[in-house]
Every structure is written in structure tokens, then in C-alpha cells.
């Protein structure tokens, strides 16, 4: 069974930036892709981009183009999303998800990680 | 990109009844249509893909149904542990699209 182990809340500032992590076990992560979602408070999911963990090929999201940057290290199984120029608009709940093709189910999520920007 | 409309918002039922859900695509993504559940304070867990396919361990009263642009999602003799969100999403390549979400209340 895989698992998703996200990073800890966050509470950032106006203008910075935040690098948010997703550890995965239980399945071979080069082969497989991971998509970043957002969830505001009371709202439905939107997707940011995904990366393919075996090559380092990305897809965004046109709205989160230069806002987001994926990447991973296979060496341990992870990936990493950075967020930049973070304003209020950007305070959320960030998933990681597996899924095994582009097109294919997001069928393993992690826990998520609240991202609070205030000054 | 394809839009996802999915009705109603939110719904009112009794342990025991049963509720259907229904999605919309905005244009025919065939079959790739997943459903997730997420409960308050929890990530969204998959229900169901390929419109029909149950995902491992979701329980049989849930089942999928529909292709192109209409697609509906039925739960049987509804349990306490059903209450929740559901949404729908279309993985018909990139960029993957949610439903506005329909929140399952108990009565």
C-alpha cells in the first residue's frame, strides 16, 4: 500500500516563498507520476501541475506557471513543490497525489499541508 | 480546458436511503471519470475511476455509471460513515478538472 508523508503546516509571509515536501513509500516512485492539487476552505480541488519522477518532466497548471516548481529525488523517494511571490489568495491546503499516467486516477494522496500566508 | 459541473451541492438523507450524484462534462471524456470522497479534515480518497471501476476496498453500494459528458455516482442504503464531500473529476489527460462538490449531509 502507498503512502503519502507531507511536510508541516507552514505560515509564511506576504512576498516569500515555501518549499513543501511529499515522501513516498510502498511503490516505485520513478514510475510514477505526482500531481499537486490546492484546496481552499470550503471549496473544491485544483490542480497545479504534475511531474513525472522518473524523468523530471512537468506539466502546470497555466495559471501556476512561475508560481510553482516541481521537482523530486529519487534518492529518497520525494517530491517538492515551491511556491513563490505567496499572497493570501495562496493560504490553503496543498495535496500531493500519485497517479500511474497522465491519465489516470490520483489513487494515493497525503495527508496535505495548510499553508497560512499573513503578515 | 473541460469544465465539471456536478449537482446538486449539497444533499440531506437518512442512514438507509439512497442518493445519486450526478457530473457533467463539458465535453465527452468518454469513460475517464473518477469520484472521491473526502471527509471534514481529511484528504479526498478515490471511490471510483473509469466512471464504473470501484477502487480497492470502497464498499459495493457505491457504483458509477454514464459515459461521454454525463456521469452519476449512487450510493445504497447509506451508512454513517458516508456523510461527507464527493467530487468528481475527469482524468482524460491534462489539466485534470474537479467538480464544484456535493456535500452529503445526514437528515
Known amino acids: 500500500q502507498g503512502q503519502m508523508q507531507q511536510s508541516g503546516a507552514e505560515l509564511v509571509k506576504p512576498g516569500a516563498s515555501v518549499k513543501l515536501s511529499c515522501k513516498t513509500s510502498?511503490?516505485?516512485?520513478?514510475?510514477?507520476?505526482i500531481s499537486w492539487l490546492k484546496q481552499k476552505p470550503g471549496q473544491s480541488l485544483e490542480w497545479i501541475a504534475w511531474?513525472?519522477?522518473?524523468?523530471?518532466?512537468?506539466n502546470y497548471n497555466q495559471k501556476f506557471t512561475g508560481k510553482a516548481q516541481l521537482t523530486v529525488d529519487t534518492s529518497s523517494s520525494t517530491a517538492y513543490m515551491q511556491f513563490s511571490s505567496l499572497t493570501t489568495e495562496d493560504s490553503a491546503i496543498y495535496y500531493c497525489?500519485?497517479?500511474?499516467?497522465?491519465?489516470?486516477?490520483?489513487?494515493?494522496w497525503g495527508q496535505g499541508t495548510s499553508v497560512t500566508v499573513s503578515s | 480546458d473541460i469544465q465539471m459541473i456536478q449537482s446538486p451541492a449539497s444533499l440531506s438523507a437518512s442512514v438507509g436511503e439512497t442518493v445519486t450524484i450526478t457530473c457533467r462534462a463539458s465535453?465527452?471524456?468518454?469513460?475517464?471519470l473518477a469520484w472521491y470522497q473526502q471527509k471534514q479534515g481529511k484528504s479526498p480518497q478515490l471511490l471510483v475511476y473509469?466512471?464504473?471501476t470501484l477502487a480497492e476496498g470502497v464498499p459495493s453500494r457505491f457504483s458509477g455509471s454514464g459515459s461521454a459528458t454525463q456521469f452519476s455516482l449512487k450510493i445504497n442504503s447509506l451508512q454513517p460513515e458516508d456523510f461527507g464531500s464527493y467530487y468528481c473529476?475527469?482524468?482524460?489527460?491534462?489539466?485534470?478538472?474537479f467538480g464544484g462538490g456535493t456535500k452529503l449531509e445526514i437528515k
Open positions: 497525489t500519485r497517479h500511474v499516467g497522465y491519465d489516470r486516477p490520483m489513487d494515493y
Open positions: 510502498g511503490f516505485t516512485f520513478s514510475s510514477n507520476y
Open positions: 511531474i513525472y519522477a522518473g524523468t523530471g518532466g512537468t
Open positions: 465535453e465527452n471524456i468518454y469513460s475517464y
Open positions: 473509469n466512471a464504473k
Open positions: 473529476q475527469h482524468h482524460y489527460g491534462t489539466p485534470p478538472t
